[in-house]
């Protein structure tokens, strides 16, 4: 028991607790562990970004174009961000839906590219933008600079 509590520690556990274990000290380790994380700094990437002729807002989610704004769904919005944090880099396909769904699977990954489609649609007034497969490894937002 000792040794799996070391071994624990050793690979990055904070904390342990061992059955039969107490309901009140279970919500106390909870309750210990959320005032630490909320403690912690907020990410600080970019909300709002030039994509070419395009300009998107994440926080409202919308996809603006010569004036003209399209409102995003929510996953088309998340998906659109991811893009846009790798501009002109691979985002990796796995590491993408994992981070929209919280899990890698088939579906998942059916659904993410369903997503990449309409964003390619949305995007095909601008020529100098476009979202181009990395074959089995994930996608780029290209934008040329204009």
């Known amino acids: 028991m ?4 070391l071994r624990g520690y050793a ?3 904070e904390d342990y607790i061992t059955k039969p274990f107490d309901e009140e000290e279970l919500l106390c380790k909870i309750k210990v562990i ?8 907020r990410e600080t990437a970019p909300t709002q970004f030039s994509i070419g002729e395009y ?4 926080n ?5 174009l010569r004036g003209k704004a399209r409102r995003l769904t929510e996953k088309e919005n998340e998906v659109l961000r991811l893009l846009c944090l790798h501009q002109n880099q691979i985002l990796r396909r796995e590491e993408a839906v ?19 489609s309409r ?5 095909s007034q601008d020529s100098d933008v476009a979202i181009e497969n990395v074959f089995k490894v994930g996608f780029i937002l290209k934008v040329e600079a204009g």
Do not use: M, S, W
């Open 98 to 116: 994992e981070r929209i769904y919280g899990q890698y699977d088939y579906f998942h990954g059916r659904n993410f590219d369903v997503f990449i």
């Open 2 to 5: 000792k040794r799996d509590k």
């Open 119 to 123: 964003l390619r649609k949305f995007l």
């Open 60 to 64: 409202l989610r919308e996809l603006c």
């Open 55 to 58: 300009t998107f807002n994440y």
């Open 34 to 41: 959320l005032r630490r994380t909320a403690e912690l700094p």
């Open 11 to 13: 690979i990055g556990a």
